[in-house]
Every structure is written in structure tokens, then in C-alpha cells.
Nanobody
Framework: QVQLVESGGGLVQPGGSLRLTCAASGDTLRFTTVAWYRQASGRERELLAIIGSVGTITYGDAMKGRLTISRAGAEDTVDLQMNSLKPEDSAVYYC????????WGQGTQVTVSL
């Protein structure tokens, strides 16, 4: 079964940008649907974006217009470019493969603050 690791989180000022990366080990991400979610403290997990194995992309409402999900050409990764970040975007961001009952990474913390 694939193992997922998220990276790229950290502290960023309001209006700034971050690029998160979901990397796989044990199996490839190329033939499965990959999604990014986020979960703030005390709140439900929110779907941000989905990219299918054939390139179909769907964005959730939470950060729509400020996100780009993509697959790397040479590397077996799925990236999430986040722009115009707001304090309300502070959360743990998770990579997922195979749906909510599938495989999850450990999450990467994003904090948007002065």
C-alpha cells in the first residue's frame, strides 16, 4: 500500500504563498486519484482539490481561485500551490489517495500570521 508524506508547510504572512508537496513511497500516485484536504482545530476536514489519474481536476469551495493542484512530470508527487493566504487558512493540510477511507499522510501544518 502506498505511504504518503506531505511537506512544504510552515509560517507565512497574510497574502503570501506556499507550495505543498505530496510524495509517495511503496507505490505510485500516477494511477490513482489524489486529493488535498485541510483541517483546522475544532473544525471538520475540508476538501480542497482533487486530481484524477487522467488529469481531471476539481476544486472545493474553501479556497477556490487561490489553488492550483498539479502532478509533477518527472517526480511521483502531487503539488498544491496556495496563493493569497489568509489567517483563516491556518490548518493542517493532508494528502489523500483512494478517498476518505483510503490512505492519508501525516499532515503538514500551515500557519498564516503576522
Amino acid at each position: 500500500q502506498v505511504q504518503l508524506v506531505e511537506s512544504g508547510g510552515g509560517l507565512v504572512q497574510p497574502g503570501g504563498s506556499l507550495r505543498l508537496t505530496c510524495a509517495a513511497s511503496g507505490d505510485t500516485l500516477r494511477f490513482t486519484t489524489v486529493a488535498w484536504y485541510r483541517q483546522a482545530s475544532g473544525r471538520e476536514r475540508e476538501l480542497l482539490a482533487i486530481i484524477g489519474s487522467v488529469g481531471t481536476i476539481t476544486y472545493g469551495d474553501a479556497m477556490k481561485g487561490r489553488l492550483t493542484i498539479s502532478r509533477a512530470g518527472a517526480e511521483d508527487t502531487v503539488d498544491l500551490q496556495m496563493n493569497s493566504l489568509k489567517p483563516e487558512d491556518s490548518a493542517v493540510y493532508y494528502c489523500n489517495s483512494g478517498g476518505r477511507s483510503g490512505v492519508w499522510g501525516q499532515g503538514t501544518q500551515v500557519t498564516v500570521s503576522l
